[in-house]
């Protein structure tokens, strides 16, 4: 059901900040998403590989790493967000229908890749205990691991399947 109350002040700024054309050109074709979706990957394994190391591990040199990645990943998600134009983020009032439909299409897609990822934890999980190893230490970067990937999926999964934005000549021809 679409929320009808009217827009604030603040969904119209994020409105606009979401829409802002400036850093199209990063994530104009599907190649282009693909590889920041890869890299969004790779800075956020990095990342919580970095913070996992600082707090179970108590390295300092992890917390510097940590400090190191936060900027290219907050880019990166960046450049995810600009192609689906916020979709994720924004509130519900702010989208039309064809954005909730792919919200909530792109929340589907990402819930069932999410309980392939959870299937593989636990089978993960059921060999180790299995072959008898001692995993009580792999518990919490492993669970922290995969709340993460929770997180992160629908951001993943929409920049991924996000369709490329027409050409201005396609606008007027259909115009």
Known sequence: MADERPMTGYDRRMYALMNRREGAPLHATAARRRLAVGVHIALTGASV?????????DERWAVFALLALILPWCFTTGVINGSVRGMLDLRARALDERQRAEKARVV??????????????????????????????????????????????PVWVAGLTAADEPADDEIDEAR
Do not use: K, Q, S
């Open 49 to 57: 590989a970095a913070w996992l190391f600082a707090v179970v591990g």
């Open 108 to 153: 589907a897609l990402a819930h069932r890749v999410m309980l392939w990822v959870l299937l593989a934890a636990a089978v993960g999980a059921g060999a180790v205990w299995a072959t008898g190893h001692d995993a009580e230490g792999l518990i919490f970067p492993v669970l922290f691991a995969v709340f993460v990937t929770h997180w992160l999926m």
